[in-house]
């Protein structure tokens, strides 16, 4: 019976051997995963970031060129290109020329 219990020991230790294995493989494998899918989750993070910076960006043109809509269609500017471009004047304003000789 001594070998059968000496067998049965070696089986025991083989068997935990083979589990403890098991455990450590699997146990880098989830480790492995894990880092693998942090690094993922930091590179999406600074995507992330990148993408509400030119939201943002684009946010800010988006108002500028409101203004400038707002600007080109206003009174005053229609009046300046009047003035300036065409050589139009008000209904009761006079205009003066100096006469070169």
Known sequence: MSKAR?????EKS???IMVF??????????CANLFAQS???YALKGEKTEILQKIDD????NDQLKNQQDYYTSDVYIEK??????????????VFKNRVE
């Open 81 to 94: 290109v009047a003035r300036e471009q065409l050589g139009l004047i008000m209904p009761d304003e006079m």
């Open 14 to 16: 083989l068997t935990s």
């Open 6 to 10: 000496e067998k049965t020991k070696k």
């Open 21 to 30: 294995c098991f455990m450590l493989i699997f146990t880098m494998a989830v």
């Open 39 to 41: 690094r993922k989750l």
């Open 58 to 61: 684009a946010q800010t043109e």
